[in-house]
């Protein structure tokens, strides 16, 4: 610890703008993390058998109370959107499935592409950091005394090398995370668009069939 203490307060002030950039970064991988796990997210298959059993045994209304078990994951709410027009012809169907897809989908992918722009800004901090350290280490050559020469570049250097290495050390992880959240939130968009189609069809043939 008094090591990595050291090299903080060696890189200079980069290093707090760094830090921050860190804070943000780590505060939307934990929000994303428990939406896309615990808030987004569903059992698809599973959901999607016991609705398709309600929907061909004409137990709409069961459907929708099964939907509102689970109100704030992303499925649930496109799927009660069309069982909710269940009886009002393919057209209704069609477009109220479309208009909560659209609803839902922006939020679902809602800040994770920002952790991207957090680890190039980190790492763009990093490397101005090192531009400074070095441009300091220069000048210390020409204005230090003989004597303080060494101390002076060895000042400059300690910069631009801690800049860089925490730079790093934030975009790394960030990057990281946001490819396993997009993986997670494709995942998700997947099987919306995927069971939204069936539901849809299943809704369509039972109008078509007269079960309303």
Do not use: H
């Not at 830090?19 to 997210?41: D, M, P, Q």
């Not at 909560?100 to 101005?128: C, D, H, M, W, Y």
């Amino acid at each position: 610890m008094q090591a990595i203490a050291e090299a903080f307060d060696s890189g200079g002030g980069w290093m707090y703008v760094i830090a921050f950039t860190s804070i943000v970064g780590l505060g939307i991988i934990v929000e994303r993390f428990i939406f896309l796990f615990f808030k987004y997210n569903i059992n698809a298959t599973a959901f999607m058998g016991q609705i398709q059993k309600l929907v061909m045994a004409n137990n709409i209304d069961r459907a929708i109370k099964l939907c509102n078990a689970a109100p704030n994951a992303a499925l649930p709410k496109v799927i009660k959107a069309g069982l909710t027009r269940a009886n009002k012809g393919e057209l209704e169907i069609a477009n109220a499935i479309e208009e909560a897809t659209l609803e839902v989908v922006p939020i679902v992918q809602k800040r994770t592409p920002t952790l991207g722009g957090v680890a190039n800004v980190a790492t763009l901090l990093g490397l101005l950091g090192t531009i400074v350290g070095l441009i300091q280490a220069f000048a210390a050559l020409e204005s230090a005394a003989p004597d303080q020469r060494a101390a002076a570049l060895a000042r400059g250097i300690a910069v631009a090398m801690n800049t860089t290495a925490f730079g790093l050390i934030v975009a790394i992880p960030c990057m990281t995370a946001q490819m396993f959240l997009q993986s997670v939130t494709t995942k998700i968009l997947n099987e919306i668009d995927q069971y939204s189609v069936k539901l849809e069809n299943l809704l369509v043939s039972r109008y078509r069939a007269g079960g309303a």
